[in-house]
């Protein structure tokens, strides 16, 4: 079993910016991909960022130039660099993260942490 805890998230103005972070505990077990993800109320949930194990990221153009993904892999953490916000980036944004638990693989997800960027 793995849980992932958020955090970081809270209200900032736009072009302001907020570093999330997501560590992954429990025992036996290895991260292999982690994501960012966020849903907006009545909206799907859209992937914000990846990160593979050896560190390839992926962003959704939204959030290109803007958004940075990073890992610490003994650490079981990811983080979300967000600058120049704006409001529409505005969600509840979630951690996910691919394991081996041990060798069974499956999906996790955070709680969530809000994201507001409001003035």
């Known amino acids: 079993q793995v849980q992932l805890v958020e955090s970081g998230g809270g209200l900032v103005q736009p072009g302001g910016f907020l570093r999330l972070s997501c560590t992954a505990s429990g025992s036996r077990f290895v991260i292999n991909d982690m994501a960012w993800y966020r849903q907006a109320p009545g909206k799907q949930r859209d992937l914000v960022a990846s990160?593979?194990?050896?560190?390839?990221?992926n962003y959704a153009d939204s959030v290109k130039g803007r958004f940075t993904i990073s890992r610490d892999n003994a650490k079981n953490t990811v983080h979300l660099q967000m600058n120049s916000l704006k409001s529409e980036d505005t969600a509840v944004y979630y951690c996910?993260?691919?394991?081996?638990?041990?060798?069974?693989?499956?999906?996790?997800w955070g709680q969530g942490t809000q994201v507001t960027v409001s003035s």
């Open positions: 996910n993260a691919d394991a081996l638990v041990p060798i069974t693989r499956s999906v996790y």
């Open positions: 990160i593979t194990r050896d560190g390839n990221t």
